[in-house]
């Protein structure tokens, strides 16, 4: 396995996303029918902060660290920092968010490729009820698991893009996801990076078809800096009612938390409606 989510475990790329993610499932609430939620790269859950792979680039001091030491604290970051906790050492993966989310009636399955990262994961949230751990691949985990019996639900991918492909493989995943399961919600995570790559899968999603797409970003750096990751981005089908307008006001809050320097931005934007 190349890629390891333990060294960037925290980093502003988990806030953002967790942040997202977290507002997804408060919506699923406001109705009392259950809803099911399937992570197709789930990792192994939690991260130890102070392992020698988190601390060898300390890229959890510049995400959760920040937002753990505002002062006075976001208000609608109030249930994220809860779900998270105000200590240094761990940091919860999306399976362990969405866990907390459940209620009684709702389901999720996790899908993780690596056997060490899933038996890892099946530690941390498996001996929960309505809950499942699959050691499997997680495309091939949307035909398996979609439709759902629940009709209602959201589909977090969230790949690790270390192969030249993974944006090609996302986009006809998210295509067949859709012929299943047409009405789900689906919150696909990529990075910004030196190419614009991701501009290519945004025109790649809109050429096919796919209605309802809204664009989430968050950037710490300009798109064209040649230094890495330059920033986070969410495409989000399906979007619930009103999220751009919430994602509006929250994610600029959140940027000046994450980025005292104030470079890069925020970009909330429809690439296509209905």
């Excluded at 498996?126 to 209602?152: H, I, T």
Aim: aromatic content about 8%; charged content about 25%; hydrophobic content about 40%.
């Amino acid at each position: 396995m190349n890629y390891r989510h333990a060294f960037h475990a925290g980093n502003f790329a988990d806030v953002h996303k967790h942040v997202v993610l977290l507002a997804l499932l408060e919506h699923l609430h406001k109705k009392p029918k259950p809803f099911f939620f399937l992570d197709t790269h789930a990792g192994r859950g939690l991260y130890d902060l102070r392992s020698t792979e988190a601390q060898r680039g300390g890229e959890a001091q510049n995400g959760i660290g920040r937002i753990r030491r505002i002062d006075p604290p976001i208000a609608a970051l109030d249930r994220y920092l809860a779900i998270v906790g105000s200590a240094d050492k761990t940091y919860p993966g999306s399976p362990l968010i969405a866990a907390e989310m459940l209620r009684e009636n709702d389901r999720a399955v996790f899908v993780e490729k690596h056997p060490s990262e899933a038996a890892e994961l099946e530690t941390t949230v498996g001996y929960r009820k309505r809950v499942s751990v699959l050691a499997a691949d997680g495309y091939a985990a949307l035909k398996a698991q979609l439709p759902p019996k629940e009709n209602r639900g959201l589909v977090l991918i969230d790949p690790p893009y270390e192969n030249d492909t993974e944006f090609s493989d996302v986009a006809r995943a998210l295509l067949t996801a859709l012929t299943r399961w047409s009405n789900g919600t689906y919150c696909v995570w990529y990075p910004i990076k030196p190419g614009s790559a991701e501009l290519r899968f945004h025109r790649a999603l809109v050429d096919a078809g796919i209605k309802k797409i809204l664009a989430l970003e968050l950037s710490v750096l300009p798109h064209d800096s040649p230094l890495g990751l330059n920033g986070s981005g969410l495409v989000i089908v399906n979007p619930p009612y009103q999220l751009d307008e919430q994602m509006r006001a929250l994610l600029p809050q959140l940027h000046r938390a994450l980025v005292p320097e104030q470079t890069g931005g925020v970009r909330v934007e429809w690439l296509a409606g209905e």
